[in-house]
Nanobody
Framework: QVQLVESGGGLVQAGGSLRLSCAADSVPAFSTYAMAWFRQALGKEREFVAAISRLGGSTSYADSVKARFTISKDNAKNMVYLQMNSLKPEDTAVYYC????????????????WGQGTQVTVSS
């Protein structure tokens, strides 16, 4: 059973930065999993933020975060990160880490494993 645990959320002023981490516990072949970050703002649907391929060579981003956020993957440590720069109030949401075996996708229904989420709040 894949367990994902997010950390690194918090309160930050607009223009600031945060780095989210996702630890994948009990995953013996982490390099076979594509990973992604999604977010869900209050009263809204969960939306795609960024995804990374199994070996980390390919990434994709939602247009709203392109050039501000960077996803990375460390297969030796079973970790995924989301570096968030130039944060805006509209980035406020609960951020979720997700995993699937195979190729990376941007659709939430294609991910099999989810973490509990970490809150990111950006004040104006």
């Amino acid at each position: 059973q894949v367990q994902l645990v997010e950390s690194g959320g918090g309160l930050v002023q607009a223009g600031g930065s945060l780095r989210l981490s996702c630890a994948a516990d009990s995953v013996p072949a982490f390099s076979t999993y594509a990973m992604a970050w999604f977010r869900q703002a209050l009263g809204k649907e969960r939306e795609f933020v960024a995804a990374i391929s199994r070996l980390g060579g390919s990434t994709s981003y939602a247009d709203s975060v392109k050039a501000r956020f960077t996803i990375s993957k460390d297969n030796a440590k079973n970790m995924v990160y989301l570096q968030m720069n130039s944060l805006k109030p509209e980035d406020t949401a609960v951020y979720y880490c997700a995993a699937r075996q195979g190729s990376s996708r941007s659709t939430k229904s294609e991910y099999d494993y989810w973490g509990q989420g970490t809150q990111v709040t950006v004040s104006s």
